[in-house]
């Protein structure tokens, strides 16, 4: 038969596994402590008539045990689902514990509510975005950093040896025997058929530019040429006045005319046929030569 008083003084003044002494009090370990302090009234095994609750699972059931089911620990206790709305939690705990001593279920109410505040806060902070501190052992983020610094060394002694060998292949240090990884090779080779696309694309994306350029200059620059070509030079030896007395005396001995067009071509035609081409624009010039003295006399027709 069981006896709770001897039970609680074997417990309390001999050995408890649950049992936890610290400077501020005692206390219980026992998942069915209703109030977690090691006393008489608080304690799951010294007390054959006990209530507790419990959570599974984010939901709250209601343990009852009795001297009843003593001799069954398989069935020592009785489960009760508790309603997540607060009050009907409430009705039920006064419905299953309607017999059972008032500071129990005082003690039962208080659990409940601090529970269900819990679940409260449980729920706000999951909500909120917080950092979460991770913890590394120093050993193993040593030998990554050692590991790191042998791959990039690594890393960067192929790409030095590519690059060599890249460059001697394309020298023709080795001719035509050598014996280079297939891999790499068709890689590279990759590279440059893409560059070459790429630059392809380029010219044919870029459209003509349209310039505009003034038209005839060199005709023109010949034309004012032509024209300055007929007239007298400083050095001819002769004046205005000398060709208006030269004029009045005209010799029919040799007269020679040469007539000068802005095309640059030079015809030799009579007094006549010039007066009747009034089509074009040109410059006559005629030259008369007398006892081996020059004259020239210049007439503009336009």
């Given amino acids: 038969m069981q006896h709770d008083e001897v039970i609680w003084q074997v417990i309390r003044h001999k050995h408890c596994s649950y049992m936890a002494k610290i400077e501020t009090g005692i206390f219980c370990r026992n998942p069915y402590n209703v109030t977690g302090i090691c006393n008489r009234s608080s304690c799951p095994l010294a007390n054959s008539r006990y209530a507790t609750i419990r959570e599974h699972e984010n939901v709250f059931y209601l343990y009852m045990k009795t001297i009843e089911r003593a001799h069954m620990p398989k069935n020592l206790w009785e489960r009760v689902k508790l309603p997540r709305n607060y009050e009907k939690a409430l009705e039920t705990i006064d419905k299953h514990l309607l017999y059972w001593p008032k500071l129990l279920q005082h003690k039962i109410k208080q659990r409940l509510t601090k529970m269900t505040q819990m679940r409260i806060r449980m729920r ?34 192929e790409k030095a040896i590519e690059t060599e060998l890249l460059e001697r292949l394309k020298k023709g240090i080795y001719g035509d025997i050598y014996n280079y990884p297939e891999l790499e090779w068709n890689k590279v080779l990759d590279e440059e058929k893409q560059v070459g696309e790429n630059v392809e694309e380029e010219e044919e994306e870029e459209e003509p530019e349209i310039e505009y350029v ?77 006892d081996g003295d020059v004259r020239q006399t210049l007439r503009a027709a336009r």
Avoid at 132 to 151: H, S
Avoid at 214 to 220: H, K, P, T, V
């Fill in 214 to 290: 003034e038209g005839y200059e060199e005709l023109e620059e010949e034309e004012d040429m032509e024209d300055f070509s007929g007239f007298p030079s400083k050095g001819s030896g002769y004046d205005d006045d000398e060709h208006e007395s030269d004029d009045e005396e005209e010799d029919d001995d040799v007269e020679e005319q040469v007539v000068i067009h802005k095309k640059g071509k030079r015809d030799s035609r009579k007094p006549d046929d010039v007066g009747k081409s009034k089509k074009k624009k040109r410059v006559v010039v005629e030259v008369e030569q007398e």
């Fill in 124 to 157: 706000k902070l999951a909500l909120k975005t917080r950092e979460k501190i991770m913890t590394t052992p120093r050993r193993d983020n040593k030998r990554e950093l050692r590991r790191e610094e042998k791959a990039i060394k690594a890393a960067v002694l």
